[in-house]
C-alpha cells in the first residue's frame, strides 16, 4: 500500500502499476473514454447500518426513490411489434411499457382509473390490442385513452382526457427503454451524463440478450449491489489477485466506474494482503496465460498474458459471432469494466465480461431483493435482434449453475452472492455503522450520498404539514 502518511485521506493508492500504465502497454490501446479518470474524496463516516435495515428507511425509498427515479424496466427487442407490452414491477409499484405503433413506445401506470385494479397480472412479456380492466370491463386504447366503459350512462362526469390511463415518462437508450414514475421527471439525458459520450464507443444496441437470470437473494438490495461496486472482495471472496489496483471513478452523482485487468495483476498490489499465495512467487506470465485457460500456447519473447490472451479471444468471438474484433482494444476485450448508473443499474461494456445487472427490492421486504443479469452478446452490424430468451427464475436458496446458460460466470455468482445471509445477520446484530474504504468503496458511498440528497428532494409534505 501506497505510505498514506503524509497524504491527504483520499490519496492513497495501491502500489504497483495503475490501470492506465497497463492499458497503455497493451497491444491495442483502448478507446478514450477508458483513459478518463475522475476520482474525489468523499468522506470517511460511518454509514449507518438503518439505512439497510430499517423499515422506516425503506419506506422513505419506496415514497421518495423509486417513484421519481429512471431506471431501465425492458428492451426494445421485448416489444418490436404494435402490441407487444412489457410489465415492469418495482417496489409496489407496477408499470406497463407498449409499443403504440412502429415509432412509439409508451408507458403507463398499471391500474385502473376506474377503481384500481391492476389490468396486467404478471411482470414480463405480453400482447394485446389493448387494455381491458378484469374488475369491470373499463377499456382503454394502446395509447392510453379511453376506448370503452359499461353503463357509460352513470359516468356523466368521467371524460377521455380524465380518465385515460396515467402515463409514465419513457425514454429510449442504448436499446434499452427507460421508465421514470414521475411524470416531471427531468430528461434521462441528464442522469446518463458522461455515460452517454462513454457508450458512443461502446454501443449496446448493437448487442442482443444471450441469457437473463432473475434470482432472489437475501439481502437488502443496496447490501446486494454493493457487493458488485468494488474488486477489494476479490482477493477473499474469488481467491483471486486480480482487481487490487483496480480504479475507481466517478463522474458525477448519479455515475461511476470501475476497471479492474484481467490477465495481468500486480503482486506489489497485494503487499499489505496476508498470505504469499500471489506474491512469492508472482505468477509467471506463462502461468497467467494458462490460469486463463489459455494452454498449449508458449509466449515469446516480448509477449505477455494479456495480450495472447485478448487475441485469442478476439479470434474465437469473431469466429463464433460473425463480428468484427480487429481493432477492438485489449482491455474492452478481456477487462472488467462496470458502470454504475443511479440507483440500482450496472452496464458493462466489455467483449468477455458483457453483462447489464439491476437491483430491486423485492416487494415490500427490507431483507430480500430481485437481481436481473442479462448476458448481452455481440451482434454482426445491422443484424435484427432475434426474440430475446425467458428469464430463468432461480429461488433464494438455489446456485448459479442451476441457470446452465451461465456457463463459466455461474459459480463466480455464487461466489459473489455467498455472503449477503451473513452480512444481512450481522448488519442487525451491528454495533457501529459500516466503514468504508476511501477509495475502493467510494462509488459505495456516492450512492448513499446521491441517494440521501434525491430523497430529500423528492420527499412530500406529511398529511400534518398538509393539514397545518
Not at 172 to 201: C, S, T
Not at 215 to 239: C, G, I, R, S
Not at 250 to 277: C, M, Q, T, W
Not at 327 to 343: A, K, N, Q, T
Request: net charge negative; proline share 7%.
Amino acid at each position: 500500500m501506497t505510505n498514506s502518511k503524509h497524504l491527504s485521506p483520499g490519496e492513497a493508492r495501491a502500489q504497483g502499476p495503475t490501470i492506465k500504465q497497463t492499458l497503455m502497454a497493451d497491444a491495442i490501446p483502448p478507446p478514450p473514454a477508458l483513459l478518463a479518470q475522475s476520482q474525489q474524496f468523499l468522506g470517511d463516516e460511518d454509514i449507518p447500518v438503518s439505512r439497510y435495515t430499517s423499515r422506516a428507511f425503506f419506506q422513505r425509498e419506496v415514497d421518495s426513490l423509486w417513484r421519481y427515479s429512471w431506471q431501465w424496466a425492458c428492451r426494445e427487442e421485448h416489444i418490436p411489434d404494435e402490441g407487444d407490452n412489457y410489465v415492469y414491477n418495482i417496489g409496489p409499484y407496477s408499470v406497463i411499457i407498449v409499443r403504440v405503433d412502429d415509432d412509439t413506445i409508451k408507458a403507463f401506470v398499471n391500474s385502473c382509473t376506474h377503481r384500481g385494479t391492476r389490468l396486467l397480472a404478471s411482470e414480463g412479456c405480453g400482447y394485446s390490442q389493448g387494455f381491458t380492466c378484469p374488475f369491470h370491463g373499463w377499456s382503454w386504447q394502446l395509447d392510453g385513452s379511453i376506448k370503452n366503459i359499461p353503463g357509460r350512462w352513470d359516468f356523466p362526469h368521467v371524460n377521455g382526457d380524465s380518465h385515460g390511463l396515467a402515463e409514465v415518462s419513457c425514454e429510449r437508450w442504448g436499446g434499452f427503454v427507460f421508465i421514470n414514475i414521475d411524470p416531471k421527471a427531468k430528461p434521462l439525458a441528464d442522469y446518463l451524463g458522461p455515460m452517454d459520450e462513454h457508450f458512443k464507443q461502446f454501443p449496446l444496441q448493437q448487442r442482443r440478450i444471450k441469457t437473463h437470470v432473475k434470482k432472489l437473494l437475501p439481502a437488502n438490495w443496496k447490501v446486494a449491489q454493493e457487493a458488485f461496486m468494488e474488486a477489494y472482495h476479490n482477493f477473499e471472496t474469488h481467491d483471486s489477485p486480480h482487481g487490487a489496483n483496480a480504479q475507481y471513478d466517478i463522474f458525477s452523482d448519479y455515475v461511476s466506474r470501475f476497471i479492474h485487468n484481467i490477465g495481468h495483476y500486480s503482486p506489489e498490489a497485494l503487499a499489505d494482503y496476508p498470505g504469499e499465495k500471489w506474491r512469492a512467487p508472482p505468477l509467471t506470465e506463462q502461468q497467467q496465460l494458462e490460469a486463463l485457460a489459455i494452454e498449449g500456447r508458449v509466449l515469446k519473447d516480448g509477449e505477455t498474458a494479456r495480450q495472447i490472451a485478448a487475441q485469442t479471444l478476439r479470434e474465437t468471438i469473431s469466429a463464433e459471432l460473425g463480428v468484427d474484433l480487429e481493432h477492438c482494444s485489449d482491455s474492452v476485450m478481456l477487462d472488467s469494466i462496470e458502470y454504475h448508473l443511479f440507483p440500482n443499474m450496472f452496464f458493462f461494456p466489455g467483449v468477455m465480461i458483457p453483462m447489464v445487472y439491476r437491483f430491486r427490492p423485492n416487494g415490500d421486504d427490507v431483507d430480500s431483493c430481485i437481481f436481473d443479469i442479462m448476458v448481452m452478446e455481440l451482434m454482426p452490424e445491422n443484424a435484427e435482434h432475434p426474440e430475446p430468451p425467458e428469464p430463468i427464475e432461480l429461488g433464494i436458496d438455489q446456485s448459479y449453475t442451476d441457470a446452465k446458460e451461465l456457463g463459466w460466470l455461474a459459480p463466480v455468482y455464487d461466489e459473489d452472492t455467498s455472503n449477503l445471509q451473513m452480512q444481512t445477520l450481522g448488519l442487525k446484530g451491528a454495533s457501529k455503522g459500516v466503514s468504508l474504504g476511501n477509495y475502493q468503496e467510494s462509488r459505495i458511498r456516492r450512492v448513499h450520498k446521491t441517494l440521501d440528497n434525491f430523497m430529500k428532494e423528492h420527499e412530500q409534505p406529511s398529511q400534518e404539514d398538509n393539514n397545518g
